[in-house]
DNA sequence: ACCGCGATGCACT
DNA sequence: GTGCATCGCGGTG
C-alpha cells in the first residue's frame, strides 16, 4: 500500500509522476498506471480555478481521495487530489495497463484487446466500475487500492490532451514506451 | 493515417 | 444556450 503522506502537502507537480507504475485497484480490479495528468489552482485548463462548485468541491478537500466527475456527458474520470485542503490540485489517471481482473474489465468495456480496456480517462473507469458513487472516498481504504511500485518506470512528458486552455504546459507523464497509453506524444 | 460527428450531463455565461 | 480534462464509429486518403 502507499503511505498515507503520498498526497498529503505534496504538490501534483511531484505527486503525478510518481504515480507512473503504481497499480491501482477498485474492488480488486485494475492496473498499473501508465499516464497521468496534473491540474493545480492557478491553471485555467482545472475544474478547481474557478473556485469551488458542487462538482469539484472534493478537489477542495483533504487531499488522498478520488474526485470522479462526468465527462462529455457520457464517461467518468477519475482524479487523485493532492497537495493540501483548501488548495484544489489534482492528478487525472489518464491510462492503466491492465494487470488484475482482465475478465470483468472484458465484460464491462464490451472489448477482449487488453490495449484498449484502460487507454484512456473514460474508458478506465468504465473498466473498473468508478462512477460518482466514488467521488470524495478515501484511497487508502476499500474499495481503492493503491499498490507502490518496486521499480521506477522510465518517465516522458508531453502536453496534456483533450483542454482547450493552458495547452502549452507538459503536464502529462507517461511510462515510456507504454503500448496501454491513450495516444502518442506527437513526434518531434 | 486523419477528420467529423453524435451521444449526453452539467457548470457556467 | 455554449462548451467541455471523452469515446467510438464511419468516412476519406
Redesign the pocket.
Known amino acids: 500500500m502507499l503511505k498515507r503522506d503520498f498526497f498529503f502537502g505534496r504538490s501534483v507537480h511531484e505527486v503525478a509522476p510518481d504515480l507512473i507504475g503504481v497499480t491501482l485497484l477498485v474492488n480488486g480490479v485494475g492496473g498499473r498506471i501508465v499516464e497521468v495528468e496534473a491540474?493545480d489552482q492557478e491553471d485555467p485548463?482545472?475544474?478547481?480555478h474557478?473556485g469551488p462548485?458542487?462538482?469539484n468541491a472534493v478537489m477542495f478537500g483533504p487531499p488522498g481521495h478520488a474526485y470522479v466527475y462526468?465527462?462529455?456527458?457520457?464517461?467518468w474520470?477519475l482524479?487523485l487530489v493532492c497537495g493540501e485542503e483548501g488548495v484544489p490540485e489534482?492528478a487525472?489517471i489518464r491510462a492503466l495497463e491492465p494487470t488484475s481482473g482482465l475478465d470483468l474489465q472484458r465484460r464491462r468495456?464490451g472489448l477482449d484487446d487488453v490495449r484498449?480496456l484502460c487507454s484512456?480517462?473514460?474508458?478506465l473507469c468504465q473498466a473498473l466500475g468508478i462512477t460518482r458513487e466514488h467521488d470524495g472516498l478515501a484511497l487508502d481504504v476499500p474499495p481503492f487500492e493503491l499498490v507502490e511500485r518496486d521499480e521506477v518506470p522510465e518517465i516522458v512528458t508531453g502536453p496534456r490532451?483533450?483542454?482547450?486552455?493552458a495547452t502549452e504546459l507538459s503536464w502529462r507523464y507517461l511510462s515510456a514506451g507504454s503500448p496501454y497509453v491513450?495516444r502518442g506524444l506527437p513526434r518531434a
Do not use: E
Request: hydrophobic share 25%; glycine share 16%.
Open positions: 491540474y485548463a482545472s475544474h478547481g474557478r462548485t458542487a462538482r462526468r465527462s462529455y456527458g457520457i464517461h474520470c482524479n489534482a487525472l468495456r484498449a484512456g480517462p473514460g474508458k490532451i483533450g483542454i482547450t486552455r491513450s
